[in-house]
């Protein structure tokens, strides 16, 4: 290269910088039409697939692995890596598994990597939230070749599928792997759509595309996944052309994006649940005293308590003063449309004065001290939530705090049962009722898979029973009915306090095009340039 010129293209290139720099335009960005550049609000906490049902863990991982079944924008069941399955008897199910699968390290996949992925979901030690609640009806996998299993559950187990469609799948030699191999970047081998290049900062991740991928290959070559907690800091790189792509439009944001002429939004109602966990079984319970600051006989172990909890939360006004009309308020565990939700568990009425009657009767009238605790920068608006809500329950003479705190902190405490009163979501992966009833409410029972995020201790027989006979029913209307009598048995015990179900956005260049999916997912793999013309 010409001595000169070297010089020259480096000052060529930082005028450019400037002139990018002052039109609103990050250098660090600028177009590249193989590159999708996308910001997401959800805090990724670990690469490992297997570690924590976190959504956007699992947003990640749908990137780079596969999974026997998948589920599409509307959350029903497609093919993956399963060719086919049939069912053999009223235990049995065989899965014909595709032949021309390879691993981004050039390895085969066979029955062989679906066994040993199984075995290590149940391996995984000190989780937050596993996903051995979905192994819990498997009794056993067997090989009958190379590209065909069995898998035997205990008892008839219509949900087979779709809790097969939350397991990913790995390549047998690496199941040995650790949660902190896989979260140095090492063993990420998937046979996905996107190949795993780095993490830094644990807010920066590179994919590249899988050239081999047994699928429909996706449109872009490299993927640049930005994690930006801040809402407002996330929509700005969106209309300064800094991302091409976020999820979790806040809305208070709307009106200034849709007078950006270059940016485009899609919206879709979520699967997902915002609530309050509640410390329903401990004596004394760690966030709660009196007036000062001693502890006192747990009051969340009264239903007179939970109830008057609930009643003085004013759910409409969280919806159109907090979250602008993006949210509907609930006292189901999934929204209409999923099976299990309960038209008879009508939303509660803000109704303070009967909340005072019932703390009252329950001995509070004077109230007591209590910490709510949740995420910041979670969920949509989740930090103006908690605040909103401690002012109702202020109303009723309460003490309240707020603490929130990054995601990652709030999973390994609340694991820990370290909360009185949280704030968490949970997206109804499977399609159904049972998947909330199974990780929230359920009697915890690791040898069983359940209650892998039931924080408050719930514990109902009535509730489970109702749940183990819905998840052994084949007869699809009398499952729905026992989901559904489930649901019931534990939001009018007011088991936790249902606040809404989102409702989902995302912002993109307006010459992009994605379907929005009832999961929330981000998926590279399915955004597309917007063709013109035939």
């Given at each position: 290269m010409n001595s000169l010129f070297f010089p020259m293209y480096r000052l060529f290139r930082w005028a450019c910088a400037v002139l990018l720099l002052l039109i609103g335009i990050s250098p660090c960005f600028a177009a590249d039409k193989n590159t999708l550049r996308i910001g997401i609000a959800?805090?990724?906490?670990?690469?490992?697939?297997?570690?924590?049902?976190?959504?956007?863990?699992?947003?990640?991982?749908?990137?780079?692995?596969?999974?026997?079944?998948?589920?599409?924008?509307?959350?029903?069941?497609q093919l993956s890596l399963a060719e086919s399955w049939r069912i053999i008897d009223p235990t049995t199910w065989e899965f014909i598994l595709r032949k021309n699968v390879r691993f981004h390290d050039g390895s085969r996949f066979s029955a062989e990597d679906v066994v040993a992925s199984l075995e290590r979901v149940q391996q995984i030690k000190d989780s937050p939230g596993p996903f051995s609640t979905y192994l819990r009806a498997i009794q056993s996998v067997q090989i009958m070749d190379q590209h065909r299993l069995r898998i035997k559950t205990h008892s008839p187990y219509p949900l087979l599928l779709n809790d097969l469609s939350t397991l990913i799948i790995l390549p047998k030699r690496l199941t040995h792997s650790t949660t902190q191999e896989l979260d140095s970047g090492k063993n990420i081998i998937g046979s996905g759509p996107y190949k795993?290049?780095?993490?830094?900062?644990?807010?920066?991740?590179?994919?590249?595309?899988?050239e081999q991928y047994w699928g429909d290959k996706p449109h872009w070559q490299r993927i640049i996944i930005r994690v930006?907690?801040?809402?407002?800091?996330?929509?700005?790189?969106?209309?300064?052309?800094?991302?091409?792509?976020?999820d979790s439009v806040p809305p208070q944001s709307?009106?200034?994006?849709?007078?950006?002429?270059?940016?485009?939004?899609?919206?879709k109602a979520s699967g997902r649940l915002i609530f309050l966990h509640l410390d329903t079984q401990r004596e004394i319970t760690p966030f709660i005293n009196d007036g000062d600051g001693r502890p006192i006989p747990n009051p969340l172990r009264d239903a007179r308590v939970r109830r008057a909890l609930s009643l003085a939360v004013d759910r409409h006004q969280l919806q159109n003063e907090i979250l602008?009309?993006?949210?509907?308020?609930?006292?189901?565990?999934?929204?209409?449309g999923l099976l299990g939700h309960s038209p008879d568990l009508v939303p509660d009425s803000f109704n303070p004065n009967a909340a005072k009657r019932l703390l009252a009767e329950a001995g509070h009238a004077d109230g007591f001290s209590i910490v709510l605790h949740g995420p910041n920068n979670r969920y949509l608006n989740d930090v103006q939530v908690l605040r909103a809500v401690a002012q109702m329950w202020q109303q009723l003479g309460l003490n309240v705090r707020v603490e929130v705190m990054p995601m990652r902190d709030l999973?390994?405490?609340?694991?820990?049962?370290?909360?009185?009163?949280?704030?968490?979501?949970?997206?109804?992966?499977?399609?159904?009722?049972?998947?909330?009833?199974r990780a929230l409410l359920m009697t915890k029972d690791i040898q069983q898979g359940s209650g892998s995020f039931n924080w408050g201790g719930y514990h109902n027989p009535q509730m489970d029973a109702l749940v183990d006979q819905a998840l052994s029913t084949i007869d699809l209307k009398r499952r729905i009915s026992l989901l559904q009598q489930a649901s019931k048995v534990a939001m009018l015990?007011?088991?936790?306090?249902?606040?809404?179900?989102?409702?989902?956005?995302?912002?993109?260049?307006?010459?992009?095009?994605?379907?929005?999916r009832s999961d929330e997912y981000t998926l590279a793999q399915l955004i597309k340039p917007v063709r013109n013309g035939p």
């Open positions: 959800g805090q990724i906490t670990s690469l490992d697939p297997h570690y924590v049902d976190l959504a956007p863990n699992n947003m990640l991982a749908e990137h780079i692995f596969d999974k026997l079944v998948r589920r599409n924008e509307n959350s029903s069941l795993f290049v780095s993490w830094r900062n644990r807010d920066h991740i590179e994919l590249v595309r899988n930006i907690s801040d809402n407002e800091l996330r929509v700005q790189a969106m209309i300064r052309t800094e991302v091409d792509v976020i709307l009106a200034r994006i849709a007078e950006h002429r270059d940016a485009k939004t899609v919206s602008n009309g993006l949210a509907a308020p609930t006292r189901n565990l999934v929204p209409p999973l390994a405490r609340g694991a820990k049962r370290e909360f009185s009163v949280n704030l968490l979501g949970w997206n109804a992966v499977t399609g159904d009722a049972s998947s909330p009833l015990d007011d088991a936790l306090i249902p606040l809404y179900h989102p409702v989902t956005v995302w912002a993109m260049h307006r010459d992009l095009h994605y379907t929005p």
